[in-house]
């Protein structure tokens, strides 16, 4: 399998002398091609500085991030946007879909950013949109369609340019127990037949048992690493909930 993320010995670093904040401090991994792997630990442990270090949203005080072999904290910042939209895919808590766009033009945005053409944007905008089940919305704007539609939406933005890698922030915080589920389906499903290579940030076991690796984060350490392995999910979760009870966090 092809190593798609590469992380060595990564720090981040905040203020200095005593009030110095190790957020991420000395994080080595790696995720594979295809892999679909969580990032869990307690608040302050450092999850989201990881992953906007490996997003180029923030750049690291130490170390190396290398995509697909690229070391990106070395990309000069005016080609940053133009890596991301080519390279990473982003679902955040918040959707961040822009209003004034419908369902159809939020998630073919970086297929007309990226020029291609109309047809050809049209035709990959349904095909991700039957995928994730939205295909009957695509004429609404995001503020006529639910919470978990607005989540699907944000994902099929997220994957229609085929990015190497998928991050995703809490992309299960402000839905509900349903539209959860139905997210982490969906996630799963563009893992296992689109084989894309996926890596979520959560704070929710149950979240993170849809993962095939968790990874748990302590004081900016990697603390402890589980595999899914043949394990049920609902015995894969209640593993994930006691290291997060022996991390002292929710
Ligand atoms: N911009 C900043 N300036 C100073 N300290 C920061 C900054 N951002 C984060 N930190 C500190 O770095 C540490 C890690 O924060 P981070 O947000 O990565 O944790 P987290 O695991 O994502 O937490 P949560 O689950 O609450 O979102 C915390 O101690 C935090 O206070």
């Known amino acids: 399998m092809d190593k798609i993320l590469d992380i060595k010995n990564l720090e981040k670093y905040y203020g200095e002398g005593t009030i110095l904040t190790k957020a991420v401090d000395g ?12 990032i869990m630990g307690a608040s302050g442990s450092g999850k989201t500085t990881l992953l906007n270090c490996i997003s180029t949203i ?9 995509l697909k072999g690229r070391d990106i904290t070395k990309i000069p910042n005016r080609d ?5 939209r080519e390279n990473l895919g982003f679902v955040f808590q918040e959707y961040n879909l822009l209003d004034v766009l419908t369902v159809e ?3 073919g945005l970086s297929l007309v950013i990226n020029k291609v053409n109309k047809d ?6 349904r095909e991700v949109a039957r995928v994730l089940g939205i295909d009957d919305i695509l004429k609404k704007f995001p503020y006529e369609i639910s919470g978990g539609q607005r989540q699907r939406c944000a994902c099929g933005r997220a994957i229609i340019h085929k990015p190497s890698l998928v991050l995703a922030d809490e992309p299960t915080g402000s839905l ?3 539209s959860s589920r139905q997210l982490m389906v969906t996630l799963k499903e563009l893992n296992e037949n689109d084989h894309a290579t996926i ?10 048992s849809y993962c095939k690796r968790v990874l748990f984060l302590k004081d900016g350490k990697i603390f ?4 899914r392995g043949e394990k049920t999910q609902m015995n894969f979760q209640l593993e994930i909930m006691d290291i997060v009870a022996l991390l002292g966090g929710e």
Request: charged share 25%; hydrophobic share 40%; net charge negative.
């Open 27 to 38: 994080v080595s991994m790696s995720v594979f091609q295809s892999e679909f792997v969580g």
């Open 58 to 66: 923030d750049s690291p005080t130490g170390g190396e991030v290398l």
């Open 80 to 84: 940053l946007a133009k890596f991301r």
């Open 105 to 107: 033009e939020n998630i």
């Open 120 to 125: 050809e944007t049209a035709r990959r905008v």
């Open 176 to 178: 509900d127990s349903h």
């Open 199 to 208: 890596l979520v940030v959560t704070h929710d076991p149950k979240t993170a």
């Open 224 to 227: 402890n690493e589980i595999f």
